[in-house]
């Protein structure tokens, strides 16, 4: 199957800094990818539609200042959380569609932590 | 508005036996369907998927069942291994646009040797 890869696996920061999550199409081309976040024993929730070349479409709730989402190319899509707060500490997971045939396949997710 | 309802938080079933993990959804625009295991910290991995047109897909030991009309379909594990304990997520899209997957709340299933 396809795969995806996320970077970094896991990270710690500081209230008020920055951190960016990448994800990365490995073996396919990407216009389409996805980003979602997951609270402990909560389902996955959709944040975000990221598409090549152009801006990221939020769900309703999630504010795109905040998270700031790129998609520069058809292999790469970027997370940035902005000014982090603890309440931003979750997990976070990116998918990346292959073909119009609307399976998405999954990054391994990244445990952000926001002391 | 939960759109996709897996009622069943948790599942418990001997190996080798039959493993039946149930869905529900209410949005009949949906006309994709997936299903996904997750280990705890990882991503969901994909199994198997079916369109609306279709009213079963099987694959291996895995057969996934949709009935339109009652907005139901389901996921088979049969025989069940060990190695199937996870979380399984059911997903829905609808085909045309941006086709965003909207998840159910997952079912726990647990593989007793």
Excluded at chain 1, 60 to 84: C, P, R, W, Y
Excluded at chain 2, 7 to 27: H, K
Aim: with cysteine.
């Amino acid at each position: 199957g396809a795969v995806v890869s996320q970077h970094p696996s896991r990270v710690i920061c500081k209230s008020g800094t920055s951190v960016k999550i990448e994800c990365r199409s490995l073996d396919f081309q990407a216009t389409t990818m996805f980003w979602y976040r997951q609270f402990p024993k909560k389902s996955l929730m959709l944040m975000a539609t990221s598409n090549e070349g152009s801006k990221a479409t939020y769900e309703q709730g999630v504010e795109k200042d905040k998270f700031l989402i790129n998609h520069a190319s058809l292999t790469l899509s970027t997370l940035t959380v902005t000014s982090a707060h603890p309440e931003d500490s979750s997990f976070y997971i990116c998918s990346a569609r292959e073909g119009p045939t609307g399976t998405q396949y999954f990054g391994p997710g990244t445990r952000l932590t926001v002391l | 508005d939960q759109q996709v309802k897996q009622n069943s938080p948790s599942l418990s079933v001997q190996e080798g036996r039959i493993s039946i993990l149930n869905c529900d959804y209410t949005n009949s625009m949906f006309d994709y369907f997936l299903w996904y295991k997750k280990y705890p910290a990882e991503g969901p991995t994909f199994l198997i998927s079916i369109s609306s047109i279709k009213d079963k897909n099987e694959d291996g030991r895995f057969t996934v069942f949709l009935n339109k009309s009652a907005k139901h379909l389901s996921l088979h594990i049969v025989p069940s291994q060990p190695g199937d304990s996870a979380v399984y997520f059911c997903a829905a899209s609808i085909i045309q646009g941006a086709q965003k997957l909207v998840f159910g709340q997952g079912t726990r299933l647990t593989i007793n040797p």
